[in-house]
């Protein structure tokens, strides 16, 4: 990997996401070699990937460059490798582009969309967990109605302009919110000469509330907003199958759809080497302690959605959301700092700041550590967030700009279908 020999400790992370780039900004001038690898040369602001599906951002307005991350460090690399297994016996990875040795060892790989081991579902559904599948997404939304014209059957047509969410968490949420809207606000204009008034949009969630991890009463009103906004909700609905057309679940309701959307469960996205059955606790995370050390590895560590530090507060570990990733990557940074320096480690200690969803314009529930809110002000204070951890200068500004614009001109410019999504349209005639 042509990576020079040094005098201090390698330590090095896998995955520039959260939990990644968080420790590698603690590592900043310390007396260590940092490398860190990613399959993508990116970060990825997960939060915002609906509004790319959605049209209402650029893929670039939530992406930032991984090397611009180690700009003006000291002895840090990059490199654009997928890590393929670990080797912890010989302290080496084996990755895309050769093996690599370490002296410290970060897992920070995040988590991929979990469809329960259905491979019906995996084939034919649309998962939102990265931009190129946001672009598809986007491009399938678009290219579903530009098809819609083109038919004069009607369970077609309707099949064409129905959307199933399946998932009711934050992003199925969210995303439901924002595909309402552009029902609303936009097809009537881009689409005259079809009755985008059959548009439906279905949120189905196996549960009886949605956002479980919420309050009541952040369910209850996230509820309200999307009736308000036309979106069918479908409570204690278990789908069970998707053959890329219909819809089953476990009662007798289907549902005939060209686009079903899966944003029902993520789980660990694991490496061979430490995926062993007793280092990996439910959800496909590994276990850690609370150094975030992986259990009988004193030298490998796993932060973020990978990891699962299990504790009387968190017997199912942390929430696998952006805060617990960063805070455990700023924790670790100091421990390998004292770990070199043959200090004690400080146990972490997750401060929980909340959680929040929107469901569209002016509408959104807050639940804060102290306070619940609802509404306007939510809204204002969702976007306040977006904006403060969004990486980069320059995205938040076109960030902030976008949104300003969408809420004056009631748009989503974005509605380009750049890459084609080859669905094959013939075999959901059939
Ligand atoms: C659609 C969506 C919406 C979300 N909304 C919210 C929200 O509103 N609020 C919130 O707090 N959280 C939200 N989350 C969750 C949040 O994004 C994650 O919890 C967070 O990204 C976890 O950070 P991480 O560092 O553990 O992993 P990630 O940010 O996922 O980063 C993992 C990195 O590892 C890389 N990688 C993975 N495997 C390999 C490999 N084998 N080799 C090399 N590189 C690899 C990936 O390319 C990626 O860059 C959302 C997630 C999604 C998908």
């Not at 992406?63 to 912890?88: C, D, H, Q, S």
């Not at 606000?185 to 509330?209: F, M, V």
Request: hydrophobic share 40%; with cysteine.
């Amino acid at each position: 990997m042509n990576i020079p020999r040094s005098n201090y400790p390698r330590i090095v992370i896998i995955g520039g996401g959260f939990g990644g780039i968080s420790l590698a900004e603690k590592l900043r001038k310390q007396e260590v070699q940092v490398v860190l690898l990613d399959k993508n040369n990116y970060h990825t602001f997960q939060p915002l990937l609906y509004q790319v599906s959605t049209g209402g951002l650029e893929p670039d307005s939530i992406a930032y460059p991984l090397r611009k991350v180690l700009n003006g460090y000291k002895n840090a690399f990059f490199r654009l490798a997928e890590v393929t297994e670990i080797m912890p016996e010989k302290r080496m990875l084996q990755t895309s582009i050769g093996e690599l040795s370490y002296d410290y060892l970060v897992i920070a790989t995040g988590s991929e969309t979990n469809f329960f081991g259905n491979d019906e579902l995996e084939k034919h559904a649309m998962a939102m967990k990265s931009i190129p599948q946001s672009l598809n997404l986007r491009s399938l939304i678009l290219e579903n109605f530009e098809q819609a014209l083109l038919t004069d059957e009607y369970h077609e047509r309707n099949a064409l302009m129905n959307f199933v969410i399946v998932g009711g968490g934050p992003t199925g949420v969210e995303l439901a919110g924002a595909l309402a809207e552009i029902k609303k606000g936009i097809l009537p204009k881009d689409y005259p000469d079809l009755d985008t008034r059959r548009a439906q949009i279905n949120i189905i969630q196996a549960r009886d509330h949605l956002l479980d991890a919420m309050s009541e009463k952040a369910s209850k009103k996230a509820e309200d907003f999307l009736e308000e906004l036309g979106v069918q909700v479908w409570k204690n609905v278990r789908v069970t199958s998707y053959d890329g057309k219909t819809v089953r679940t476990k009662t007798d309701l289907t549902f005939e759809t060209a686009t079903l959307i899966w944003a029902a469960g993520v789980k660990g996205a694991t490496i061979k080497g430490i995926d062993a059955k007793e280092l990996i606790a439910e959800g496909n995370r590994i276990k850690v302690d609370e150094y975030n050390r992986v259990i009988d590895h004193p030298e490998i560590f796993a932060i973020g959605d990978i990891a699962c530090m299990q504790s009387e507060e968190a017997p199912k570990g942390h929430p696998m959301m952006a805060q617990p990733a960063i805070q455990q990557g700023r924790n670790l940074g100091e421990n390998l700092i004292r770990l070199v320096n043959e200090k004690p480690l400080k146990p972490f200690v997750y401060k929980d700041k909340g959680s929040m969803a929107t469901v569209g314009r002016n509408k959104a529930v807050c639940d804060l550590k102290n306070i619940r809110f609802q509404g306007v002000f939510a809204w204002f204070v969702w976007m306040f967030v977006h904006l403060f951890y969004l990486i980069g200068f320059k995205n938040r500004v076109v960030v902030f700009i976008n949104w300003v614009y969408n809420y004056i001109r009631f748009d989503r410019e974005a509605r380009l279908i750049i890459r084609p999504y080859k669905r094959d349209y013939h075999q959901f005639k059939d």
